[in-house]
């Protein structure tokens, strides 16, 4: 044993000291000179915003257009009956953030650390909070002031209360401000590259900026005296105003730059019809973006040009024929060069400014914000507004109608590509009023967050368990923070 413990001491050190010789060099002789060992901040900023924009413009009108009652599904439709944990042809977000949140933390970390990529920080700061709050309001807690600490050790992060998330150090807002803060102290002479939204203007995503403090402090408005900081933002004016100045980015006619629904197979496409909630709004509002949104019934025997179904049929027992019902228009397959994918608009902002104003939050005209917003989405649905729309059917406050009801049901409809948000403004508001689910397996009840998904329960357990403790064990009729 004794002879045997020597050997085993030698033959260490020798492998010690072959080790260290062969290490001197490592570096040198397993580097590829081919293989940029990291990526420019340029070319992961375009794909961040990029990649981004195109699957969450799928995923918002697939899974988000069925919870938000734009669209119905005729077969696969588990999630459209409010199966959230059963994702088909959509539904499954979770990935999609947590990837862009990853990479655009590596540009905020070039960004900080290399002076040559300064120009990057406020751009990176105020997309980590577009994409933050988007998450956050799906899903509620989340993994945030943990993530991507993998470096450090930590591979199993918290999950952080969304009030936290929303309001703390290095949150939503104060990631906003710092965002602004680090472009207005920028003073160097190195361009914006890969900026596949505004092309490289600053001032453009100071815009961008303050018009997504707009959105999150309408959001939070329930919980939070917000009233200052809105009637702040308001009174300067510094926010997307106009359809110019939109955060977006145009998909292309063909691939690989079109969008997504273009490149389903005929089948999967045609599972997508229009809702029978959708249908009877724009019907009543005599809403001539219907013609643009969706497409005529290609049976119209009784003279219905377009018919909507209702959400969440129990496809095994119900029948039903793709001739009597709407699917969605040419701009979502044929011709989605006329699209854009979609982040933030000038009609959204004046829907937000409009609904604080008649709530009182802020002391500013709430008909003229509300009409400049339903002028600008029909122009942004490149549908012609009718000349006395304002002053009749859609007049703000007329007839009886609700002016918050209004204003939540005109940003609804022209959200249809980001479908995910009228179905959190519908959880916030209450508006417009959804019809129930035909074959509901959520006991009837509309879901008021996504589920986590199954894989956090096996590789992110302990905190897993506590979220899913914390939301009934994941369950989808817990409202979020915010949401009263």
């Not at 009228?422 to 509901?440: H, L, M, N």
């Not at 329960?457 to 897993?464: I, P």
């Amino acid at each position: 044993m004794k002879n045997l413990h020597k050997y085993t001491i030698v033959l260490l050190t020798f492998m010690s000291i072959a080790i260290v010789s062969c290490t001197n060099d490592f570096e040198e002789l397993n580097t590829n000179p081919n293989a940029p060992v990291s990526v420019q901040p340029s070319l992961l900023f375009r794909q961040v915003i990029y990649d981004y924009g195109e699957q969450m413009s799928y995923e918002g009108f697939v899974a988000g257009g069925l919870l938000s009652q734009h669209v119905t599904a005729l077969d696969f439709n588990l999630f459209d009956r409010h199966a959230l944990k059963s994702p088909q042809l959509g539904g499954d977000p979770w990935p999609i953030f947590y990837k862009n949140l990853r990479d655009n933390e590596i540009i905020i970390n070039q960004s900080q650390n290399t002076p040559a990529f300064a120009v990057y920080e406020g751009p990176a700061l105020i997309f980590k909070a577009y994409m933050t709050a988007a998450l956050t309001d799906i899903f509620g807690d989340v993994p945030y002031s943990e993530a991507f600490k993998g470096l450090d050790g930590v591979v199993q992060p918290k999950y952080d209360l969304q009030e936290d998330i929303y309001l703390k150090p290095d949150g939503i807002l104060d990631n906003l401000d710092k965002g602004i803060a680090a472009i207005e102290n920028y003073g160097g002479s190195i361009r914006l590259e890969g900026d596949v939204l505004f092309n490289g203007d600053l001032d453009a995503w100071i815009r961008f900026a303050n018009s997504l403090k707009i959105k999150a402090l309408v959001r939070i408005s329930g919980r939070e005296n917000v009233s200052a900081r809105l009637q702040a933002l308001y009174n300067e004016q510094n926010y997307i105003s106009s359809n110019a100045e939109n955060a977006v980015f145009n998909f292309t006619d063909g691939e690989p730059n079109n969008f997504r629904l273009a490149r389903l197979r005929a089948g999967d496409f045609n599972n997508f019809v229009m809702s029978e909630t959708i249908e009877e709004i724009l019907e009543d509002l005599e809403d001539d973006r219907i013609n643009i949104l969706y497409r005529p019934r290609a049976n119209n025997a009784n003279g219905d040009n377009f018919e909507g179904l209702i959400n969440g049929i129990d496809a095994s027992s119900t029948s039903v024929s793709l001739a009597d019902y709407s699917l969605a228009g040419t701009v979502f397959r044929e011709n989605t060069g006329m699209l854009d994918a979609n982040y933030m608009t000038s009609w959204e902002t004046n829907f937000l400014l409009a609904e604080a104003a008649q709530k009182g939050i802020i002391t500013a005209p709430a008909k003229q914000l509300y009409d400049t917003g339903v002028t600008q989405a029909y122009e942004y649905w490149n549908t012609v507004l009718p000349a006395n729309y304002l002053a009749t059917i859609g007049a703000y406050g007329a007839n009886g109608n609700d002016p918050i009801q209004q204003i939540i049901t005109q940003k609804w409809i022209a959200s249809i590509i980001n479908g995910y948000e009228g179905w959190i403004e519908y959880r916030r508001t209450g508006f417009p009023v959804f019809k129930d689910v035909s074959a509901s397996l959520n006991n009837g009840l509309i879901p008021v967050r996504m589920p986590y998904p199954a894989e956090e329960a096996a590789l992110n357990s302990d905190n897993y368990n506590a979220a899913a403790n914390a939301t009934n064990d994941n369950s989808i009729n817990v409202p979020v923070w915010w949401d009263e």
